[in-house]
C-alpha cells in the first residue's frame, strides 16, 4: 500500500507511479511482512491458499495515493470509513464514499487516491494465495467492478484491525496462519454483504414474511403482490438470494424449525408437524425424511453434539 504520494491529482500520479514521502499519516498502522517469510508462507499446506502480505490504517489520509501501471502482484482490500477517494480500473474512474470497500484483482492496471477536500480514512490489507481468484469472484468483484457497497462495514474493519494488530507483533508461522484466517472471514464477510438482500427489498421483505408464518401456508401470487412485484420477478429473486424458489425455501425455514423442536423438546411428530404448519403428521414425515434422509423419530434419537 505504501505511504504519501508525493502530489494526489491525477496528473501527478500518473507522472510519479511509485514515488512516496518518507513521513506517514498522524496514528497510521503499517504492517509489511518480509518477502521471504510471504515466500515461505506461500509454500505451506495450511496458507498457501491465502497469505496477508501487507496491512495498515490511514486516518484522513490527505494526499494518500498510488498508481500501478501494471498492477499488484497481490488483491488490495481498502475499506473506506469515513471521508472520500476515487479508484480508477477497469477504464473507469469511481467514487468512493464511506462504507465502500475496494477490491482489486492482482494483476489489474489501477489508481486509486484520497479526495483533496474530504480525505479518505481507509483499513487496507494485500492478499496473495491459491483461492484468491475464486474469493474475489465470490465477493462479486472484477477487473471492471472494483468497488463494493459495504453494509457490515464495521465487522470488514475489526477484522482488519486483527490483522493489522497481529502482524505488527510478528510475523512468526503462528501468526501468519492467524492473518490467514482472518483475511478469509474478511473475503467471506464481503461475499455475504453481497448475497444477503438490502433491507427494504422486495426480496428481503418476502423473506421476513416467510420467517414470520413459519406454521403458515404461502402462495406466490399473493407474497408476490404484497412486496410489489411480479411473480417471475419474484421466483428470479429467490434464487438468486436462496438458490431456489419461495415454496422450497418456506419448506426449508418449516423444516429448520421442526428440528429445533425435536431437538429441544419432547413434543410429539404430531405436534412438531402442526407447529411448522402440516395438520398431515404422515405428510410432515414425508417431507421431513426427503429432507433429512430419516424420519423424525429416527433423527431424534440420533446422538448429536
Known amino acids: 500500500m505504501g505511504s504519501r504520494a508525493v502530489d494526489m491529482d491525477d496528473s501527478t500520479v500518473r507522472q510519479n507511479g511509485g514515488m ?4 506517514g499519516f498522524e496514528r497510521q498502522r503499517l504492517s509489511v511482512v518480509p518477502r521471504p517469510v510471504v515466500e515461505a508462507a506461500l509454500a505451506k499446506p495450511v496458507t498457501r491458499r491465502m497469505v496477508v502480505t501487507d496491512a495498515g490504517y490511514f486516518p484522513r489520509a490527505t494526499g494518500h495515493g498510488r498508481h500501478r501501471p501494471t498492477g499488484a502482484p497481490e488483491t488490495i482490500v481498502i475499506v473506506c470509513v469515513s471521508g472520500a477517494g476515487w479508484v480508477d480500473a477497469g477504464g473507469q474512474r469511481t467514487r468512493v464514499g464511506s462504507s465502500t470497500a475496494i477490491v482489486i484483482p492482482g494483476g489489474v492496471t489501477h489508481s486509486y487516491g484520497a479526495d483533496a ?3 479518505w480514512t481507509i483499513w ?6 491459491s483461492d484468491m481468484p475464486e474469493l474475489v469472484e465470490a465477493a462479486g468483484a472484477s477487473a471492471d467492478r472494483v468497488v463494493l457497497p459495504l453494509r457490515a462495514v464495521d465487522r470488514a474493519t475489526a477484522l482488519l ?3 493489522s494488530t497481529s502482524l505488527a507483533r510478528d510475523t512468526t508461522p503462528a501468526r501468519m496462519v492467524a492473518a490467514s484466517g482472518m483475511a478469509w472471514r474478511l473475503f467471506t464477510q464481503l461475499a455475504v454483504d453481497r448475497l444477503l438482500p438490502e433491507h427494504g427489498t422486495p426480496v428481503e421483505r418476502a423473506l421476513r414474511y416467510l420467517e414470520d408464518r413459519i406454521d403458515g401456508t404461502v402462495h406466490v401470487g399473493e407474497l408476490a403482490a404484497m412486496v ?5 420477478h419474484l421466483a428470479a429473486l429467490f434464487r438468486d438470494a436462496t438458490g431456489g424458489g419461495v415454496i422450497a425455501h418456506h419448506l426449508a425455514l418449516k423444516m429448520a424449525h421442526a428440528r429445533h423442536l425435536l431437538d429441544g423438546t419432547d413434543l410429539p ?3 412438531v408437524a402442526r407447529r ?3 395438520d398431515d403428521a404422515f405428510y410432515f414425515s414425508r417431507r421431513f425424511r426427503v429432507a433429512h434422509g430419516v424420519s423424525p423419530t429416527a433423527y431424534r434419537g440420533q446422538g448429536k453434539g
Open 117 to 119: 477536500g474530504d480525505p
Open 161 to 163: 484491525d486483527e490483522i
Open 124 to 129: 487496507w490489507c494485500h492478499v496473495r494465495g
Open 276 to 278: 411448522v404448519g402440516m
Open 228 to 232: 410489489g412485484v411480479s411473480p417471475s
Open 269 to 271: 411428530v404430531a405436534e
Open 20 to 23: 512516496q514521502r518518507a513521513e
